[in-house]
């Protein structure tokens, strides 16, 4: 050791918090080797005795066929040039509506498109999977566009889920040119900090140096990045806007207080009447974020009901349509 030797402190409870938020990690990139076998059996998982147990282990296939894509597909990295751009202007480097989409990701929708297409499900089902794996090219660039781009009107309702799902594969595998200290957190913490898509859902930590910390995982590129608790992560609102909801107990619970509440809440905020789901880790270890939102639709109806809004979408079910 050289240099003089620090005095010794005593931190008070204050300092030692956010000494402890500083060392903890802003980014976690997706676990690319589990990510979807893990949401596959966390959707097996909550399907059962599920209303709707057929399309939860529909999914539940097809995140197999995620996994098992997502094993031979490696993205070009993103140039130089482009890394330095975001870096300079604050953007994400994966932006969603301006990254150039490797092909591949066509032949992620197709091997979908046979797995549906010979699914024992519904005829409507397998129908939908034969025009997936003859669409042409172009079709299915644009509606790429349409669905990275949030433009509703040009979105193919019964289609999106599945090739949202392909879409999900090629920037999860694109997330392997990054390790997390390479990822800048942006100014606007409402959306991916990789690839600027919006959040599916928040996951409170339960393990290790990370316990009690909330992150924000990213409906399409599956990274995580740190957003404090007890505030929207819609509009930023705090304190008394700010509350959680579950479907046993109609009242709110608080966010730390009601440790014996489920593990999948709903933060709702009342400065701008929208919600995210919250799930807890220290209350059930497998849960996970496209899965259990999935899974809590019920909670979605409760919120409906009395006036609250989704924050954002999820990725592999489009509400509102057919
Ligand atoms: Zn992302
Ligand atoms: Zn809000």
Redesign the pocket.
């Known amino acids: 050791m050289t240099g003089p030797a620090m005095p010794q402190r005593i931190l008070e409870p204050g300092q030692i918090e956010s000494a402890g938020q500083r060392s903890t990690p802003r980014v976690r990139l997706p676990a690319r080797e589990r990510l979807f076998t893990r949401r596959a059996e966390r959707l097996r998982e909550r399907a059962q005795g599920h209303a709707l147990a057929d399309y939860l282990r529909l999914l539940a296939m097809v995140c197999d066929v995620q996994q098992q894509a997502l094993g031979g597909f490696t993205p070009a990295p993103p140039s130089a040039d482009r890394l330095a751009r975001a870096r300079k202007h604050a953007m994400?480097p994966?932006l969603?509506t301006d990254w150039p989409r490797d092909p591949h990701w066509r032949g992620v929708v197709h091997a979908i498109a046979v797995a549906l297409a010979s699914a024992r499900a519904p005829a409507a089902v397998g129908a939908l999977g034969a025009r997936l794996r003859d669409a042409p090219e172009a079709w299915l660039e644009a509606q790429a566009d349409a669905l990275l781009g949030v433009r509703e009107d040009a979105i193919d309702v019964a289609a999106a889920p599945f090739l949202m799902a392909a879409l999900q594969v090629l920037?999860v595998a694109s997330?392997g040119a990054f390790t997390a200290a390479d990822v800048s957190p942006l100014d606007v913490r409402t959306v991916?900090?990789?690839?600027?898509?919006a959040p599916v859902a928040s996951v409170v930590a339960g393990q290790g140096a990370q316990a009690g910390q909330r992150f924000l995982h990213?409906?399409?590129?599956?990274?995580e990045w740190h957003r404090v608790r007890v505030q929207c992560t819609h509009c930023g609102a705090g304190g008394k806007d700010v509350a959680y909801r579950t479907l046993a107990r109609g009242d709110a619970v608080d966010d730390v207080a009601a440790a014996d509440a489920e593990a999948v809440r709903a933060e709702t905020c009342d400065a701008c009447r929208s919600y995210r789901k919250i799930l807890y880790e220290e209350r059930d270890t497998a849960v996970e974020p496209v899965a259990d939102d999935l899974a809590s639709l019920a909670l979605d109806l409760l919120l409906a009901e009395e006036g609250y809004h989704r924050a954002s979408g999820n990725p592999l079910l489009r509400q509102g349509g057919g």
């Open positions: 994400p994966l969603a920037f997330t991916c900090p990789l690839c600027g898509s990213c409906a399409l590129c599956a990274t």
